[in-house]
């Protein structure tokens, strides 16, 4: 789960990570009230969406005094953002943080992760803060610092100095980073975050370390120990489909091809995509109906493959295991007569009662085009295509 810059200030705020001071408005009218809770020194204006690159797309802006943070709010309010991270339609800012503005001395990059391939929380820093992460990557990858945490739970002090010598700092920034690296294990490893950056990490002219941007994810699958994390999500950020998914209870991911994709196990899902791919097609979703490919199921995953307009032809690739062919060949039928899909359905049903799930739908009253193999599905899944393939 993403959550705002706002949210994930409040978090650090919450653990001693030192924050600036910050009101956010969800209308233009509130920003009087925000500007005098704020005072008179200069203001940053902040669009607050799920995206970061928010600065070169006109989503960050400083004011030197009120009148200005009043214009540059209303100007902002309401605008669409295109980030390299929102896709090309963009996200309509509803809310902005209206903060006080830090002087920046320096900036510095600071997050933490998981490391997939040694499954544990990994701690990256830099002297280059600020600019894209993937950018310094790629061009001075020796300018990142990768510190391995020890194991998920065990937070050392050690960790934080490593990264304090890392970055050459001295004096008293040698002294105070490494307590801010421990609050943000503490934080991250409390409230299962999978993800935790600052970037910039803002140095100020007094010496004193200041996260003037902020980003957490957190690890959806550890939702359910944290009620006060839930109330953080913004539905109006997610994606209408996505939301949809997680009401049915499957798991669903929208992706941008044109075959959509109706399958039972994550795996076979995944197999599947693959050889949409490679028969020269492009899925457009990742979708495992779990086990049960009921009614009701079948129902609920069409109404989310045909609410995305791109979807021009639907592959059901269900694979009899543990749930039997012919009850989900009748699940198919049963689903048909209930919603009306207008576009090709090619279907591959294959394991326990393979025979009477095919002689199922030989016999409904809906025209369906039957593969015989994965490939063979997918193979005619891109050929039902409107135009085939490209
Ligand atoms: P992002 O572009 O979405 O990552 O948004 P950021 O919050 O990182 O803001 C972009 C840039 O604006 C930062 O890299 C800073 O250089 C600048 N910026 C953001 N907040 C402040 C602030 O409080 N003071 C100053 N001086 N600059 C800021
Ligand atoms: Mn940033």
Redesign the pocket.
Known sequence: MNIHEYQAKELLGAYGVPV?KFRVINNPWETYDALRDLGSGNI?I?AQIHA?????AG??K?ASNAEEAIRLTEEMYGKVLITHQTGPAGKKVRKIML?E????AK?YYLAMIIDRLVQKPVMMASTEG?MDIEQVAAQTPEKIIVERLLSGVEISPYVGRKIAFGLGLTGKQAVELPKLVLNLCRLFVEKDCSLIEI??LALTPEGEFIA??AKINIDDNALARHPELRRLRDFEEEDPLEILARRYGVDYVKLDGRIGCMVNGAGLAMATMDLIKLAGGEPANFLDIKGGANKQNVVNAFKLLTADPRVEAVMINIFGGIVRCDMVASGIVEALHEIEIKIPIVVRIEGTNMAEGRQILNNAPFKFILADSLADAAKKAVAALPGGAS
């Open positions: 600036p940053a902040k970061g690159g928010r600065g070169k989503g960050v400083l903060s503005a830090i002087p920046i900036e600020g970037n910039p003037a941007d």
